[in-house]
């Protein structure tokens, strides 16, 4: 999308090598395309197209459903910020590991590399929250995976909760350590 930036940056804006672009002292480009990647836009609307719009209707539902279903399963283990009055939250989840870490020394970080060790790809971490993780089940995660995240995220849970009863040590333990290749 779109990238704004204060005038006094402005100077500073990235230039390219062959198109010119950036400010009047540019720092090196950032990416071989100067102006990012417009084939992206293709492949969403190609997606949409093929959806149609009930699909893209069905789609959200079922990224709203998974998202409440992750939710509801990872609740007990970890607070979840910014649900709804009615307790549900939209496509997406943002779990609380601030107090995790107060008590523990895991920091956001250690889930996401440890959850990489299960085999799921690190989720977006302290954004927008400080802390925390980012969890975004889409539209065409199957129950078997959404059930294989959240066992992965509750032993994930039980490895914190070992440090915190003193049977992991503090700085050398199997999140600390992660990923293990």
Known sequence: ?????????????????????????PIHALSAAPWGSASILLISYAYMRMLGRDGMTDATR????????????????FPVLYTRDNGRVAHEMIFDLRPLKQASGVDELDVAKRLMDYGFHAPTVSFPVAGTIMVEPTESEAKDELDRFCEAMIAIRA?????????????DNVLKNAPHT
């Open 1 to 25: 999308g779109p990238i704004g930036v204060a005038q006094h940056l402005a100077p500073f804006l990235p230039g390219h090598p062959i198109i010119v672009t950036g400010g009047e002292r």
């Open 62 to 77: 079922y990224a709203i459903l998974n998202a409440n279903y992750v939710k509801t399963r990872l609740e007990p283990y």
């Open 159 to 171: 490895e914190i909760e070992a440090v915190i009863d003193g049977k992991a040590d503090p700085k």
